[in-house]
């Protein structure tokens, strides 16, 4: 019925965020590492040496370490770096209360962004009837606990951190970033200088949802989409039309 449906189930993980540092033998009068975290102004280690354990304030300021970011999941009460079990955290951490509010939240405004706003055509289409040869393009995005086609974290952190198209932080106040890292799942570039721009193009528009004002999509940001799709067209019916994407 001229409608292309586009659909992505993303499997959605809880995950929540600590951090490490290694000590100065010369500057810290010790050579190990340590967790660390922020408890009210002030960053803190887990002090292993300490009978009981504690979290002491640090020898010198955050500012004067390197600190490394670690993303824990949790396994029964005990929280795991994700790439390596054999890190735990020393404690329990919070449950984050905007979990459920913000995957809502960030659902919404991935469609918003994308769906029905575009329309999938064959270039060189010889009828005058509008509704030929073209589709309105439909997404359909979707969390899900269990695997889909790819695998989201949702992350509890301290502070702001930056999200990617994998870790997605709850910290994150713009809720315009769920649209831009979808936008990453379907093919498309960053348009911000830094970003992982189109080597091909090195398109630069900050005044897009790719680029870091985060506002509106653009029909190039589904090139790869529309290069797949009409692939699987062709393939399908043994034709070599071309495609293009236009705002509906």
Known sequence: KNVLNIKQ???????WLG????FDAT??????????????PTWKFWDTTATPKIWKNLPRAASNYTINNV?????????LDRNNAANKWPESFVDPPNYDTKKQAWLENIHDVWDEKFIFERKDCKSSDKACCAWELKFDVQWSDTPGDKLIYIIWAQEWERSNAKDWYLSEHRTSVAAHECGHLLGAYDEYTGGAVDTATNKIQNDSIM???????????????????????????GKSWTFEVKAK
């Open 9 to 15: 189930v993303l499997q959605v993980k809880k995950a």
């Open 19 to 22: 951090k490490w540092i290694s």
């Open 27 to 40: 500057l810290d009068s010790r050579s190990d590492w340590s967790w660390i975290k922020k408890i009210g």
């Open 71 to 79: 993303i824990f999941e949790k396994s029964g009460a005990n929280y």
């Open 211 to 237: 680029g870091s004002n985060l506002t509106n999509a653009i029909a190039r940001h589904l090139n790869e989409l529309r290069d797949q799709v009409g692939a699987k067209i062709n393939t399908a019916i």
